[in-house]
C-alpha cells in the first residue's frame, strides 16, 4: 500500500498496534508462562502470586538464579538465533543449494541453526558468563531464580531422549508418506473433472470428520492379534503390528489424508492446466508432465502442506498413545504419562518442563518456514 | 545442563542396557512388562532391569491394552501389573497362569499375605496395599482443642469449627473429581454405611436408605470444600495439603510421603495419619492391592525367568532403598509413621474394594452419575435410580444381565 | 485425463483411506446393530485378597464367562436393531422430560446434553473465529514491514501448540488460584472459583477453542489479502469509499472463499470437540459428544465396554456432522462443476 491515499490516520494506526500487542499477549501468554514453570522450583512454580512466580524467591534461596547480564546475554543469543534462522539461513540455502535440492539445504541448514544454538545457549554462554559475571559487581549478581534442573531431570534420568527419537522418526515418516501420497492423489483430483474426483473428495470428507478415537479402538485389537491373522500369507515371520513405529505412520497417514489432498488439489488447480497440456503436446506422458512440469513449481505448496502433516504427527495422542507401547512411545504420551502418574509436585514441574521440550521444535519449524506457510498459502492451497 | 552432561545422558543410556549392577544373577530370557506407572511400579521394574533383558511399559492406557495382549498367542507381554479391579478381565478371559509351583521354586520370601488365591490356586503375587485414609493437620486440630476425627460427623463438626476460626478457608479436602474418583468416594462412604452395590442376578441394590445417607454425607463435605471440587484429583488434594490450604481429607495412603517432602510441603510434620472417619459399619475405605500376574500365553522357561525376575523386583533391598513410596506388603519394610493411617483403617474393619464384573460397570455409572446430585440437578433418590438404570443398560449390553 | 492414469494417481491415497478409515467405518456402521457379549455361569467362587496384614477370604457367587475348549470366550452374537441407538437416545426420558415442560430433565440425559454443548460451541465459537481473525489478519497486514514476521510468528502459536498442552496450561492457569484467576479475584475484589460451575467452564472450553482456531483462521485470511487486487482498492478509493465499505465491498468479497473453507474446517473440528473437556476435566459439569462416544469406548476396571452404544453414538454424531456440511458441500460441487 505504496500510494499516498492509502495513508491511515494516525488513530487508526495507534489502535491497530494496541490491537495487535493485545493479540500477541494472550496468544503467546500460556506458553510463555508455562516456559517460566519449567525453570522454577516446585514451590515457586505453583505459588499463586505471580511474582513469585517470575522472580523465583525459593529457587534463587536455592542458590539458581541468574543475574541481568546473563539475561541481556541469553536474549541476545536467542535474537540472534532468530534473526539467523529467519533472514540468513534462507539466503544462505537459496544460494548455496543445487537446484532441485533445496529441501535438503533446508533440512541441513536447520539441523546447523539447531546445533549452534544448543551449544552457544548451554555450553558457551554459561562458561563465558562465569567468568564475566564476577567483574560485574552488581550488574553480575543473581536476581532472579532459575534453574535447569527439571530439564535435565526430563532428558537424562527420564530418557526423554529415546521419546524424541521416537517422535522424530513417526514424524519424518507421516510428512514423507502423506506427501508423496498425497501429491500424487491431489494432482490427479485436480486434473479430473469426473464425477467419481467429485465423489471421492466428498467422501474424503466425511471421513475427515469422523471420530478418531472410534477408529482408534477398532484397530487395537486387530494390530495386537496382527501375528495371527498374517501368518497365513507371511508366515513365520508375520509382525505384530502393535508397537511397531511403521503401523502407526499408515493409520496416520490415513487419517490425514482427506485434509491433505483438499489442499494439494486446491493448490493444484492454481497452477495452469496448459502448463502441463503443453508438456504433453511435447510427448510426455502424464506422470513425466508432473516430474518435469509440475514438480518444480509445486514446492511452496507442498511446505505448507507438509508443515500440517508434521503437526499432525507430531501432536498426535490418541493413536500414538493406544498402538505403541513404551519401547516406542512418542512424546505426547510421554508426557501425558508423566501428569496423570501419581505424582509429586516436582514431578509435575518437570512434565511442564517436558511440555515446553516438545514445543521448542514446533517454535522452530515455524521460525524457519514461516515464510513459505504465508507463501504457500497465498499462492493458493486454500481456496476452499 | 551443560553439553558435556548431555553428552554423558547420551552414553550413558547406551550403557545401561549392558548393566546389570545390584543384580544377584543374570537374567538371559527376553521379558516384558506391562503395568500402570505410579511410582511404586517405577521402583520395582528399575529393580528388575538391573538384572538386563528387561523392558517394562508403565503405561497408562494399560488397562486398555492389557486383556488383548495378553490374550495374544505368545502373549506380547510376559508380566502384567494388576491390581483389584484389573485382575478381573485377565482371570475371566483365563489368560493368566497359576502361580502354585513357581512360588514354591522361587517364592521363599513371600509371605502368605502376597499370595492372591482364586479356588485356592495363587493366581497373582500382591507388593503393595493402598487405602483412602484420614489426614489432618494436627496444629490446626489442636489449636482449636478438636479432637481427632472418629466418624463424619466428627469431620464435619471440625470443619464447622475450623472455618468459623478462620484459619483455613476450605476446612476438606477430597478426591472428587467426576469420574473414577468421584464414585469411588461414594464407594467409600456408601461400604461404611454397610450397604452392597450388586445383588442377585447383578441387578443393582444401591436405590436404599444407605446410598442416600452417604450421598447427603458427601453433599455436606462439599460445603466446606474447594467450590472446585468437581475436578480435584489425588494430586490437587495433595497439593492444597502441602500449601497449608486445607486441614482434612480422606486421602491415598501413597500420598503421605508427599506431606513430609521438605522440598515442596509447608507443613512437614504437621500432618497426622489416622483411620478414615467410621461410617454405620465400617471405616468409610476400601483396601487395594497391586501386584503381578503372568501371562499363559508363555513357554514354562519364561515363566520361570519372568517368575524369578520379579522376585528379584520385589525384593528387600527395593524396599528399603523405596521405603516410603508405598505401603509394601514385602518382607522387610519398615512401617513409618506415615503407614499408621492404613494400618488403622484396616484395624477397624476396613474391607477390599468388592472387584468384579459388575462393580466395574457400577464403577462407571456412579462416576457419570454422582455429579447431578452434587450440582443440585437431582435430588438423591432420583439420582440413585438413574444411576442404577444407566448400570443396568451398560450390564445388559455386557451380557452380565438377562 | 482417462480412467487408468487417474486411477493411478489416486491409487494410493484412495487404498490407504479405505483400509485405514472405511473399512472401520464399516465395522463400526454394522456394530451399531448387533450386540456381542460372553455367555455368563453363575459359579461360586472363593478369592482371598490381602489386608493390611492377613488376607481377607470371602466366598460368593460371581458371573465368570464360559470358554471353549480353546480358552477362548465364548461369546454370543446378537441383532439388536436400532436398540443401541435407542439406548444412546433414551426417547422415553426425552418424552417425560419435554411433556413436563422440564428443560433440567432434559439436559440430564447426556446425549441431549452433549448435543446442546456440542451445537452451541459449534455455532457461537463460528462468527467470533472468523471476526477476530479478520481483524488479526487486516491488522497484521497493516503493520509495519520489521515487525510482521514476529507478529505471525507469535499468531501462529496457538495453533502449532500440542493440543493437550495447550488445554492443560490453560487449565493451570485457570483452576484454583491460577494466577489468572488470582489476578482477576484481586481486580474485582471477589472470590472467584471458575471450574465450580457450568457457564464459566463453558465460558472457558469457548475462548480456549476460539484462542486455538484463530491462528489457523487468521494465517488463512492474512495470505488471501495479499491477494486483494490492488487496482479495484484504488479504484475504490477514487470513486470515494470509505475505509468501511472498501472493506465490506472488496476486501471481503475477496476473501469470501476463504471464509468458507475456514467455516468447514472449524465445524468439523469443533464439533468433535474432545481435548477440552478431558484438558479441563470439565465431565462433571459439560460434556461433548466426541467425549461421549470415547466414554462408551473406554473399558472399566473389569474391562466392560460399550461397543455397541459407542458404535451408535458415534453413527449419530457423524449424520449431524453431514447436516452441518451441506451447505459447504454443495457449494464445493458447483465450483467442481464450473471449473471444468
Redesign the interface.
Known sequence: MSSQVMRQPMGLRLSSAVFLAFWCLIAAFPILWITVMSFKSPVDAYDSNALNVIFGPATLEGGDGLSILDVLAGIAVIWGTFIVAIRMMPNMVRSYSPSGFQWAGWVIGALVVVVGFIVVFFSVLPTIMGVLNPLFGPLGRDVIGLTTEHYSTVWIDRGFSKNFQNSLIVTTGVVTVSLTVGTLAGYGLARSGSNLAFWILIVALVFRALLHSVLVAGYLPVFINSAEWLAPILGENAPTLYGKPFAVIAVLVAINQPFTIWMLRSFFQNIPAELDEAARVDGCNHFQAFRRVIMPVMWPGVITTGLFSFLLGYNDFLVTSLLLDAQNQTMVPAIAGMFNRETTTTDQVVAVAAAVSITAPLFLLVVVFQRQIVSGLTAGAVKG | MKLKTLMMAGAMSLASSVAWAGCSYENAVEIKSLSAGFEAWKAVTDAMAECGNFSASLDQEFREKQPEAFAANPSLYQIGGVANGTLVPLLNAGTIRPLDDLVEKYGQNLTPNQLIKIDGKTMAIAMMVNAQHMMYRSDILADLGIEEPKTYDDVLAAAAKIKEAGVVEYPIGGTFKTGWNLAQEFVNMYLGEGGTFIGEGNQPTINNAQGVRALEVMKAMTEYMDPEYLVSDSTYVQQQFQQGKIAMANLWASRAAAMDDEAESQVVGKVAMASAPMGAAAPATTLWWDGMVFAANMTDEQADAAFKLAMEGMDAEMVSANNDAAVWLITGYTPGKLAAGAAASAANGAVPYPASGPMGVMHTALGNGLSDYLTGAKDAATTLADIEAAYLTAAKEAGLVD | ?N?K??A???G???F??L????F??V??FSQSFY?T????ETVE?????????????VTEE????I?DED?E?VT?TEFVGLQ?YA?VLELGRVWDAISNGSW?AF??I?FWKALRFTLMLTLVTLPMVIALAI??A???N??TKAIK??????????F???????A???N??F?????LT??LESWLNRDI??????WTIELLIMLYRV?AVV?FAA??F???L??VN?DS??SA?IDGAS?WQRLKFVVIPHLM??I??VS?IHL?DT??E?EAIVG??????VISL?WL???F????????R?I????AS?ML??VG??VL?IAP?RR??RD?KG??
Open positions: 485425463m480412467f492414469t487417474f493411478a494417481f489416486v494410493p491415497s484412495v490407504m483411506m483400509l485405514f478409515i472405511a472401520p467405518l465395522s463400526v450386540v457379549q460372553p455367555i455368563y467362587v472363593e478369592s482371598c485378597t490381602p489386608g493390611f496384614l492377613k488376607q481377607t477370604c460371581r458371573s465368570m464367562p470358554l480358552g470366550i454370543r443401541s439406548n433440567a439436559q440430564s447426556d481483524v488479526i487486516l491488522v497484521i497493516n503493520a514476521g514476529p507478529v505471525i510468528f507469535v499468531t501462529l502459536l496457538p502449532i501448540i500440542t493440543p493437550v498442552i495447550g492443560l496450561s490453560v493451570w492457569l483452576r484454583g488460584d491460577g494466577i488470582a489476578g472459583a471458575l471450574f465450580a460451575q457450568a484462542w491462528p494465517i488463512i492474512y495470505a488471501g495479499q491477494t490492488q482498492l484504488e478509493v475505509r472463499p476463504l468458507v473453507f468447514m468439523m464439533y468433535r474432545f479441563f476435566s470439565s465431565q462433571g459439569h466426541q462416544t470415547y466414554d469406548l473406554v473399558p472399566d476396571e473389569a474391562g466392560n460399550s455397541s452404544r459407542a458404535s458415534a454424531t457423524m456432522i453431514i456440511l458441500l464445493t460441487w467442481h471449473g471444468h
